[in-house]
């Protein structure tokens, strides 16, 4: 009875994600509509925006809940 759900819950997902995959448009199609667009990234301003700004912002949150954690011992 198991491998009768398991394969009627992989055709249904399937054909979801197929019929999906059909009905969407294309992502990133090219469009002619008169936008520019602009400078890229430098190596730095990638690594920055990329790496570094989410490792501090989760340090930041990290900090701020050790400091505002009320459910520890006061000693």
Known sequence: MDKKNALRAGSVAAGT?????LLSSPALAFS???E????????METVGLFVAAP???????VGLVMVLDKSRKQT
Not at 36 to 43: A, N, T, Y
Not at 55 to 61: P, T
């Open 36 to 43: 520019d667009p602009g400078q890229g990234l430098s190596v």
């Open 32 to 34: 002619d509509d008169g």
């Open 55 to 61: 490792v501090g912002l989760f340090l930041l949150i």
């Open 17 to 21: 994600t197929l019929m999906m995959l």
